[in-house]
């Protein structure tokens, strides 16, 4: 049958197609899948970045400068950036790839059935036609046996040497025949009547159905593409506000970046309270040189103190000018007395700082252990109070240590405040002559200005910090002189006793550690606290600074 392999092509054809568009649909899937794992990787790496550009730090290595704050504030920037790359693979394979795979199972499971379809009505068809085929054979066979039983009748008839009985059994299978032919007959015609009716339900109701079937799957995976490519595009559309909002934060962070603060945070952390050092005043070495009166040369003043050394004098100084030079050593002290006044002020105050934490965690657990304590005494059955009793006096025994600590802290706190506050309001009584030289002034903000020169109080010296300022024999000459405003004891080896009211020769000023080297008339020579004594330097010091 030519239109049944017509049929068979045609359904060939719908198979390859509808096959064709559930791969296509399941190769859009794996490019989805192969993506999301793109944008999960990306994430995962993006966010790996941020955890080592942003490790874990105590509180004390918290950043100060803006340059920090913004790289930081970057980093967060980035990792919610991250969080949103993440949000964009979860909806992608929610919405768009699960999507598409539940999708091609319900596709499969549709062509499966409306191909069943199809192929059940074709054989159906098929059965009718071989039935109406036999039935058409059989009539044609009974026919053509009819006609041999008529030829064979009439031959017999004719035959005058035939028998009586001979004509009447061929007429007989004669009848036969023609009565089978009348049935087969019958039965062929209604084959044949099936068959065509079945033939037109096919042709016109059963396969055009199966084909519109087939046609509306097709649009609607077709429709159902082309959602996915909107859901896909819609995806990153929904995170596009929320990824503006962090590079608005980085753009943001990057403007706060100031250098003005920035260079303020580091001028407020290295700050040291020092005074400029003064300048060195003028060694004659001429003295001695015999002059009459007609030289025309100028004679210089004799300084006071004898001949100096120069080489003394340098190896007394060139260790404490240590602003980019070689930087003296020094003990750590507990009350932080080797530290620059200003370094010294801020470290005891952080530490007090600490300290009341602790004490105020102290004062909390001893407190929940108090309550705790009422309840067991009012419900025994929960616990023994007496258990609790050890606890609690450890926790006042360390109260009362944090609090011993404390006040200790907070007396060189005081000291160092104190001692500056001194020394500040006894300043302007001071000679003129006695001011820092003009030119010194750092400009505000640089890292040479120094907000901290008021005046900090002196550490106590190391037993061994003065050893080395009286190894030479010769003396150095006075720069000034100075008034005991105090007595001091000079207990410490390398400082000098003095009585109140007692006047000495000033040989060194205080270079911002709180102590001034003098000598008595006596010459013997030493470290007092430069707050107990009122200098007056000679005029030729003109880089000395006046300590009242």
């Not at 930081?72 to 979860?90: F, P, T, W």
């Not at 050092?277 to 070495?285: M, V």
């Amino acid at each position: 049958m030519s239109w049944g392999t017509d049929l068979w092509d045609q359904f060939d054809n719908l198979d390859k197609h509808s096959q064709w568009g559930i791969d296509f649909l399941e190769r859009y899937a794996k490019f989805v899948k192969e993506r999301l794992e793109i944008e999960q990787a990306y994430a995962k790496q993006l966010r790996s970045l941020v955890k080592k550009y942003c490790p874990k730090r105590s509180k004390d290595d918290e950043p100060r400068f803006t340059s920090c704050l913004s790289f930081y504030s970057i980093l967060n920037e980035l990792n919610d950036y991250a969080g949103q790359r993440e949000v964009v693979a979860e909806e992608m394979g929610h919405k768009v790839y699960g999507e598409l795979m539940r999708y091609s199972q319900d596709l499969k499971g549709e062509r499966k059935l409306h191909l069943q379809e199809g192929r059940k009505t074709q054989q159906y068809l098929d059965q009718c036609w071989k039935h109406m085929d036999n039935s058409k054979k059989k009539f044609e066979r009974e026919c053509k046996e009819a006609e041999k039983s008529q030829l064979i009748y009439e031959r017999l008839d004719n035959d005058i040497n035939a028998t009586k009985s001979e004509v009447e059994k061929a007429k007989s299978q004669l009848y036969l025949r023609q009565h089978l032919v009348e049935e087969s007959k019958n039965e062929y015609a209604a084959q044949l009547q099936n068959f065509n009716s079945e033939q037109w339900k096919h042709f016109n109701v059963a396969i055009p159905q199966i084909f519109k079937n087939l046609q509306d799957m097709d649009e609607r995976r077709t429709v159902k593409l082309g959602e996915m490519y909107r859901s896909f595009a819609e995806v990153e559309r929904r995170v596009i506000p929320i990824i503006s909002k962090c590079l608005e934060g980085m753009v943001t962070a990057a403007k706060n970046v100031d250098e003005r603060r920035d260079s303020g945070v580091v001028v407020e952390s290295f700050k040291s309270g020092f005074e400029p050092p003064g300048d060195f005043p003028f060694e004659d070495f001429s003295q001695n040189i015999q002059r009459t009166g007609s030289d025309g040369t100028i004679g210089t003043p004799k300084t006071e103190g004898g001949k100096p050394d120069p080489k003394h004098a340098v190896a007394r100084t060139k260790n404490k000018l240590w602003l980019f030079g070689k930087k003296p050593k020094a003990p750590t002290l507990e009350d932080l007395s080797h530290l620059p006044p200003e370094q010294r002020r801020k470290k005891l105050q952080q530490r007090i700082d600490e300290l009341n934490k602790e004490l105020q965690k102290e004062m909390d657990q001893r407190d929940a252990l108090n309550k705790m304590k009422d309840v067991y005494e009012k419900n025994p059955q929960m616990g023994d109070p007496g258990s609790l009793q050890p606890k609690i006096s450890e926790t006042i025994c360390n109260m009362e240590k944090l609090r011993s600590e404390i006040h200790k802290n907070e007396s060189w706190l005081a000291e160092v405040e104190g001692k500056h506050g001194s020394r500040g309001e006894r300043r302007p009584s001071a000679d003129v002559n006695h001011h820092a030289p003009h030119g010194r002034e750092s400009p505000e903000g640089s890292y040479t200005d120094d907000h901290s020169q008021e005046h900090r109080s002196p550490p106590q010296p190391d037993p061994h910090e003065f050893d080395d300022e009286f190894d030479d024999d010769d003396p150095l000459p006075a720069i000034g002189h100075c008034k005991a405003l105090y007595s001091f004891d000079g207990s410490n080896e390398g400082t000098l006793v003095m009585n109140e009211n007692e006047v000495l020769y000033v040989i060194e000023i205080d270079k911002g550690d709180g102590w001034t080297r003098v000598r008595k008339q006596g010459g013997e020579e030493g470290y007092v606290p430069t707050s107990y004594v009122e200098i007056t330097l000679e005029k030729n010091s003109k880089g000395a600074v006046t300590y009242i």
